[in-house]
């Protein structure tokens, strides 16, 4: 098992809990890490890129001068590659940029990425993440001032149901909120620090077991 301290909103150690090491403890997949980030930033992409081909820009349909006899080069079409105003040769086409990924590989990554966060002591545990019945951004930022990491770049999980709280950290720059649903590879790794509830770790931890 995986030990860590578990802190209150006023940055107190409270307790510490054990974390399961087949998802807490495992020597991170680096390889497989990289591949799981490449495949789901791939997956974002639109694919609406386009240029136009020779045949598809207008113009162009008489030859420009004879064959012979101008001293010229030979020319067939001034919507040809090589001028200026003709088509774009081997240019991007809409296409579609989806990369399947093992679903073995997305849990291995998350794993591992977690594991490598409380390996690096960059993964924070509070008991708790109540702002009330309204959302509270002074609060929000106490708390990330009371764990010390208001000065980086942290991506902070919540329950699913938490709005409140995700209103109170979406306003506080350098900070990304989402629910423990909205979890994956890249948005877990990109940060300096990883802030989630006890019980968002444990459900987390029931899922990538």
């Known amino acids: 098992m995986s030990n860590i301290e578990v802190k209150n909103a006023e940055g107190a150690s409270v307790k510490t809990v054990e974390l399961d090491s087949r998802v807490f403890g495992i020597e991170p997949n680096i390889p497989v890490v990289h591949h799981v980030v490449v495949n789901y930033l791939s997956c974002l992409r639109q694919g609406t890129h386009d240029t136009k ?4 820009v207008s113009g162009g349909g008489k030859k420009p001068w004879r064959q012979k006899g101008t001293g010229r080069a030979r020319q067939g ?21 989806y990369k399947r990924t093992n679903k073995k590989e ?3 990554a998350m794993r591992s990425v977690l594991s490598g966060k409380l390996a690096d002591g960059e993964l924070f545990l509070v008991d708790s993440i109540d702002f009330g019945d309204e959302p509270k951004t002074k609060k929000a930022k106490a708390l990330l001032e009371s764990l010390g990491i208001a000065d980086k770049r942290v991506t902070v999980v919540v329950g699913n149901d938490d709005i409140v709280e995700m209103i109170s950290f979406r306003n506080l720059p350098n900070v990304r909120v989402l629910g423990v649903n909205e979890a994956n590879t890249h948005n877990l790794i990109d940060n300096g620090a990883l802030l989630m509830t006890e019980a968002v770790a444990k ?5 990538l077991v």
């Open 53 to 56: 081909g020779r045949s598809e």
């Open 77 to 97: 079409s001034i919507r040809a590659t090589q001028w200026v105003g003709g088509g774009v040769p081997f240019g991007p086409t809409p296409r579609s940029h």
């Open 203 to 207: 459900t987390l931890e029931e899922a």
């Open 106 to 108: 997305i849990k291995l």
